[in-house]
């Protein structure tokens, strides 16, 4: 499973980005929960919000009712919007899935995969 993510800049603080990450797996390959983290320099990488294959989210205290998780099933695709923007919300993002991946001799591997993260700088 390679994930792409995209999105990221500068903005100034209250204002919106959109970041994607695209997931691409093989065939053998389930995507089940997906979710976006962050790192601001200096400090341990965080979660921010996670969406479960079913659609179930949950989100960080500190973004809840500016950020929204979704996907797109069909794609593997996640979505962050992100609104109401303040300084604090700086960092580089990373999407990550889990996978559940079926091989021939029966053995089920379940894996974590990051993608390469996008950077987020909000200006005051």
């Known amino acids: 499973v390679q994930l792409q993510a995209s999105g990221g800049g500068l903005v100034q603080a209250g204002g919106s980005l959109r970041l994607t990450c695209e997931s691409a797996?093989?065939?053998?390959?389930?995507?089940?929960?997906m979710g976006w983290h962050r790192q601001a320099p200096g400090k341990a990488r965080e979660l921010v919000a996670r969406?479960?294959?079913?659609?179930?989210?949950n989100y960080l205290d500190s973004v809840k009712g500016r950020f929204t998780i979704s996907r797109d099933n069909a794609r593997n695709t996640v979505y962050l919007q992100m609104n109401s923007l303040k300084p604090e919300d700086t960092a580089v993002y990373y999407c990550?899935?889990?996978?559940?991946?079926?091989?021939?001799?029966?053995?089920?591997?379940?894996?974590?995969?990051w993608g390469q993260g996008t950077l987020v700088t909000v200006s005051s």
């Open positions: 797996s093989g065939s053998t390959s389930r995507i089940n929960g």
């Open positions: 969406i479960s294959s079913g659609g179930v989210t």
């Open positions: 990550e899935a889990d996978s559940t991946t079926f091989l021939h001799d029966g053995t089920i591997v379940q894996e974590r995969h």
